[in-house]
């Protein structure tokens, strides 16, 4: 199981805000940066942030990361119906020596 | 336009080997670093190791060490996840992902996905 958790769920209404948390220990979040990709039904996964809280090239700018101690947070504002899909974060962990994913969360637009 | 491209879906019985591909287009692999990742069905991702193809530097997830084996051919242009003996439970999706240049993580680029199904 990962040791990195997040919610299983999220929704919102579209033009609403979403956040997701992820929250791990020491050994990963706590000390190194965190990533966050986001998995369109049926399609691979693509990076959303990179270094808590960097958007790589052609990311809007209603995504957003954060990070603050062992734990880290997707907020996604004004919410679209493209949007609905699964969210996961990510990290190095350094007592486990491996790159660990989040659990996984489920946002729907409603 | 740079993009990742893996062999296509597999289906094989258990104990079968099996070796899936990963190629760059417009994506010099021998400059990036290659992970796999594994995704069960209905179930999220799982970091199984990653290759530099530049010095086949290979860096192994605990979970996945001696399970399968990570490659590159010899004109560092391919990468490769090898399995020697096939479980049902290795059946999922496999993506390959790239880095950008100089850094091990996290993954820039990735590949479509293979499917493995393995079933008797």
């Known amino acids: 199981q990962s040791v990195l958790t997040q919610p299983p769920s999220a929704s919102g209404t579209p033009g609403q805000s979403v956040t997701i948390s992820c929250s791990g220990s020491?050994?990963?979040?706590?000390?190194?940066?965190v990533h966050w990709y986001q998995q369109l039904p049926g399609t691979a996964p693509k990076l959303l942030i990179d270094?808590?809280?960097r958007r790589p090239s052609g990311v809007p700018d209603r995504f957003s990361g954060s990070k603050s101690g062992i734990s880290a947070s997707l907020a996604i504002s004004g919410l679209q119906s493209e949007d609905e899909s699964d969210y996961y974060c990510?990290?190095?962990?350094?007592?486990?020596?491996?790159?660990?994913f989040g659990t996984g969360t489920k946002v729907t637009v409603l | 336009e740079v993009q990742l491209v893996q062999s296509g879906a597999e289906v094989k019985k258990p104990g079968e080997s099996l070796k899936i591909s990963c190629q760059g287009s417009?994506?010099?692999?021998?400059?990036?670093?290659i992970g796999w990742v594994r995704q069960m069905p209905g179930k999220g991702l799982e970091w199984m190791g990653t290759?530099?193809?530049?010095?086949?530097?290979?860096r192994y997830s605990p979970s996945f060490q001696g399970q399968v084996t990570i490659s590159v051919d010899e004109s560092f242009s391919t990468a490769f996840l090898q399995w020697r003996s096939l479980k049902a439970s290795d059946t999922a999706m496999y993506y390959c992902?790239?880095?950008?240049?100089?850094?091990?993580?996290?993954?820039?680029?990735w590949g479509q996905g293979t499917m493995v199904t393995v079933s008797s």
């Open positions: 992902a790239g880095t950008r240049a100089g850094e091990v993580l996290p993954f820039d680029i």
């Open positions: 417009g994506y010099s692999l021998p400059s990036y670093w």
């Open positions: 290759i530099y193809p530049g010095d086949s530097d290979t």
């Open positions: 020491s050994s990963n979040i706590g000390s190194n940066t």
């Open positions: 270094s808590n809280n």
């Open positions: 990510a990290a190095w962990d350094d007592s486990l020596n491996a790159y660990v």
